[in-house]
């Protein structure tokens, strides 16, 4: 098949034990995407986030990654490539910044047990790009959830791969972190063209954020395209099953949301 995607997922059925959680899922990503992925709670992004990264393993259909299936990387390999930030990452207790972000260049010191130089550069340079030299030596059970959240982001930039998969990044962050992690995410998209993958509850960070939209609902794709088109009333009403109120950006031109207060004149 000729196609410029770099992540293909054909046909793709996910169920845990009895529960069916994903049907029928078909999706294209490019390279250099920042697609987002929206949904209500329980719709199965976390589950299909997963199962891009390697993690869950499809009961039906397929992933390829650059026109191979997933299952035939193996996991050492898959590493450079992919690296995802699971919705509830936590590292064992008592472990320093900068030696969760050396976590991060694990695949590449797979067979030589101690790191090289190149992996302390790296590790240096991916504090830098999150901005957190400054917390370098502390551990991180002392750190807020924003401060952690950005070492999470480090050690990801210092796995070096072409796919970067989040999960919920920003949620229960105070709007600077948000706008902190949202920026990094973005530059290293634009700069470095690494491909986005992230699951996102605000809407209206995803409208400003992403090129691309897939809307999942009862772990079907309900629509997929730009912000623009996807981020309608009628839409987010049937994914969302509520009513709130949307307006346009004068800013920006970008769609805006906002919750329905008691207030409401409806
Ligand atoms: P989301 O991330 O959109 O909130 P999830 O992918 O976490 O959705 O969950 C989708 C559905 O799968 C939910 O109904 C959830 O209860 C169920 N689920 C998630 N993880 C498991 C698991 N490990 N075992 C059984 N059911 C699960
Ligand atoms: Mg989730």
Redesign the pocket.
């Known amino acids: 098949m000729h196609t410029s995607a770099i992540i293909q997922i054909e046909n793709l059925d996910f169920s845990?034990?009895h529960?069916t959680?994903l049907t029928s899922i078909n999706l294209e990503i490019e390279q250099g995407d920042f697609l987002g992925l929206i949904?209500?709670?329980?719709?199965?992004?976390?589950?299909?986030l997963k199962i891009i990264s390697g993690i869950l393993t499809p009961a039906k259909g397929e992933v390829l990654l650059k026109q191979k299936a997933l299952s035939q990387f193996d996991k050492q390999e898959l590493a450079k490539i992919i690296s995802f930030l699971p919705?509830d990452y936590h590292p064992f207790h008592d472990i320093k910044v900068h030696q969760v972000v050396m976590l991060g260049r694990i695949p590449y010191f797979y067979d030589r047990f101690f790191e090289n130089q190149q992996d302390i550069s790296e590790t240096q340079m991916a504090m830098k790009i999150a901005e957190i030299d400054h917390l370098s030596d502390r551990t991180i059970q002392e750190l807020s959830g924003g401060e952690k959240q950005l070492v999470y982001i480090a050690k990801l930039i210092a796995q070096k791969t072409e796919i970067m998969i989040l999960?919920e990044p920003t949620t229960f962050l105070d709007i600077k972190h948000v706008i902190q992690i949202m920026n990094i995410i973005k530059k290293l998209n634009s700069e470095e063209s690494v491909t986005v993958i992230a699951?996102m509850h605000d809407l209206n960070l995803a409208a400003m954020y992403c090129k691309k939209i897939v809307m999942?609902k009862k772990?079907s794709v309900l629509c997929t395209g730009i912000p623009k088109e996807v981020f309608t009333y009628e839409r987010i009403k049937s994914a969302f099953d509520t009513e709130f109120y949307i307006d346009e950006n004068d800013l920006t031109g970008e769609p805006i949301f906002l919750p329905l207060s008691p207030k409401s004149r409806l």
Do not use: A, F, I, R
Request: proline share 5%; net charge positive; glycine share 22%.
């Open positions: 845990y034990k529960t959680v949904g209500p709670n329980g719709s199965g992004k976390s589950t299909l919705q999960d699951s999942l772990g």
